[in-house]
């Protein structure tokens, strides 16, 4: 299948953009927590408790990327001791779609993935 995608004309300094937002929206952890955080808000220790195998320090990274970029909102609640939350803003609610499209096609391909990983590593043997 041949397929020729006319790319838009961009300049250096909008491609280093781009691939920092990619970056950001690319790694597992965000990705993860943006899916966690699509069903709504949550606590830190709800956050850490979905996304298995990411540590405190991780998360506490991850989330404040995701607030810098304004993909996530964090609400401190004036209670003793205080309670935090964490939201999708409409940016963040915004990416849903995509990332939810990219995990479907994963998983439509995965099959086809493995096979070709499996061809690779037996022609590429050392």
């Known amino acids: 299948m041949d397929v020729t995608i006319e790319a838009p004309r961009v300049d250096h300094a ?4 781009v691939s920092r ?3 950001r929206i690319g ?3 965000s990705v993860l927590i943006v899916m966690q955080l699509a069903e709504g808000p949550l606590r830190f220790s709800e956050i850490k408790r979905r996304v298995n195998g990411i540590s405190q ?11 810098r970029d304004g993909l996530a ?17 409409d940016l963040g609610c915004s990416l849903c779609e995509p990332v939810k499209a990219l995990g479907q096609w994963a998983l439509t391909h995965m099959a086809e993935i493995d096979a070709a990983r499996e061809r690779f590593d037996r022609e590429n043997v050392t």
């Open 57 to 67: 320090r991780m998360l506490t990274l991850t989330l404040r990327g995701l607030e």
């Open 27 to 29: 790694d597992k952890w």
């Open 21 to 23: 937002v990619l970056a």
């Open 73 to 89: 909102i964090r609400t401190i609640f004036p209670t003793v001791p205080p309670r935090v939350e964490y939201r999708l803003s």
């Open 14 to 17: 909008d491609c280093r953009k």
